[in-house]
């Protein structure tokens, strides 16, 4: 049948189950958004208040379900607000595709009004990116692009259709996606030197990354950690890929890691990287980085081994299937010893803070403890989204959305919107910090406008906290422009953008409120008020080896 190609790019989507997409209109996008009106009842648009917050949305959607996110933008301003999305989704491996439409082809590149060559913007920061210039390559490109977002290591791809393309009719013939098998990239060999580490080591010790999440491996990991009898530490992509409430869990490694699992990794004699690419906020000083230890590294993307840590071994393949071949290569392994000694050094190095007043770990473990550990949880970037990362006991994957790798501050309420309407059935709450918050709080208006139910808790110190902590340990208290004393005023801003409000100053306000917010289902703020110096223990300086990890009575020794 003859179509439009605004009418094939909503095709296209229909084909590849998509039910929601995030965005913003404009001009050259009309053509778009025109069919989109037709096709209401099929697929969902949620209007965002900024297209930075489409993209987060769509980021949110993708990282709470595993299916591709989907955002759009015009051209000019409304693409290029999308690229701290794109890039954020880029370094974390999350499926998405942006599509955005530019001026028609006569005009491009003659610096036409609201035109940028956004496919040549976010060339670094996509797996892909392709401009559309004729209606007959436009369903074919977007089929591609799917597929390329969502195969092997995932991440964004880009597909910009030039305004007249969203005009011009072609052929369309519908097109059902097939289920391809991928080849196993990895040998026989691969495997029997992986088993042979395996079983000649005494102290073992499973990091576990993101890419646990992404390849669906949870039971895979369970049984895999039970199997060779060796604990387990992640880091802040790797939440909920095993059980935070098991024994043989030790929390979070590097920069605010545990000390059991800092120290258990710089003394273990095999480090087992499970998707993982040893970011440098993990492994702190790389050339003391476990260096006890020989390393076996499994990963999806070949570019990932060596990269960062030399390996001793690695089987690049889809995590589930490399575990799957080896669990049934091993025999039950045993290391009481080591184990018993892990467990003795989570007894002695416990996560610890003031309880003699409000700070941010008790709000976060009354949320944990109010919500059961079943929530879905976002978070922004600082000292709030490591709290986060500490205290609350993530037992699913897929449960914890935060910018790991970009670091980017404004993430969570997009993303927690967009997890909520992938998952309404969750409990989804936003954390952010004052400073974050302020970036991208306009989104409220959207969770008003479509009556979103979701909490934002703002932990509200009235300071830039991580960047303070910095100042005070690293630049002899010299605050340059972390102090936020102003006069807003967030549960007057909630309030008129159309949310809930309510402030806490008092540890017996915390339950209370979480209990009210999740009853109340409609969208909420709670602002949080907590001293401006708290600070994240423990902590690893800049440069040096994570076996160096001090938390606040370390400090005080030293004084």
Sequence with gaps: MQLTGAEIIVECLKEQGVDTVFGYPGGTILNVYDALYKHSDEITHILTSHEQGASHAADGYARSTGKVGVCLATSGPGATNLVTGIATAYMDSVPLVAITANVTLPLLGKDTFQEVDIAGVTM??????????????????????????????????????????TA?????????????????????????????????????????????????????????????????????????????????????????????????????????????????????????????????????????????????????????????????????????????????????????????????????????RVTKGEAIISTDVGQHQMWAAQYYRYTKPRTFLSSGGLGTMGYGLGACIGAKVANPDKICINIAGDGCFRMNMNELATASRYNIPIIQVVINNHVLGMVRQWQTLFYDHRYSNTVLEDKVDFVKVAEALGCEAVRITKKEEVGPAIEKAIALQKPILLDCIIEEDDKVFPMVSPGAPISEAFDEEDLQKQN
């Design 124 to 165: 670094p920061i996509t797996k892909h990116g392709y401009i559309v210039k004729d209606v007959n390559n436009l369903a074919s490109t977007i089929r591609k692009a799917f597929k390329i977002a969502s195969s092997g290591r995932p991440g964004p791809v880009l597909v910009d259709v030039t305004k007249d393309v």
């Design 168 to 368: 011009n009719k072609c052929e369309y013939t519908k097109v059902v996606p097939a289920m391809e098998k991928t080849e196993k990239n990895y040998t026989k060999e691969d495997i029997a030197k992986a088993v042979e580490l395996i079983k000649k080591a005494k102290k073992p010790f499973i990091y576990l990354g993101g890419g646990a999440i992404i390849s669906g491996a949870e039971k895979e990991v369970a049984e895999f950690a039970k199997k060779i009898d060796s604990p387990v530490c992640d880091t802040l992509m790797g939440k909920g890929a095993f059980n935070g409430r098991d024994d043989l869990y030790t929390g979070m490694i590097g920069m605010h890691g545990t000390k059991t699992s800092n120290f258990g990794v710089s003394q273990c004699d095999l480090l087992i990287a499970l998707g993982a690419r040893f970011s440098d906020r993990v492994t702190g000083n790389a050339r003391k980085f476990a260096s006890n230890a020989e390393i076996l590294q499994i990963d999806i993307d070949a570019a990932e081994i060596n990269k960062n840590i030399k390996t001793t071994a690695s089987v690049v393949g889809d995590m589930k299937e490399v575990l799957s071949d080896l669990l049934a290569e091993l025999e039950q392994q045993n290391h009481t010893e080591w184990t018993s000694y892990i467990r003795k050094m989570k007894q002695l190095y416990p996560l610890k803070y003031s309880k003699d007043k409000l700070t941010c770990p008790y709000i976060i473990e009354e949320i944990d």
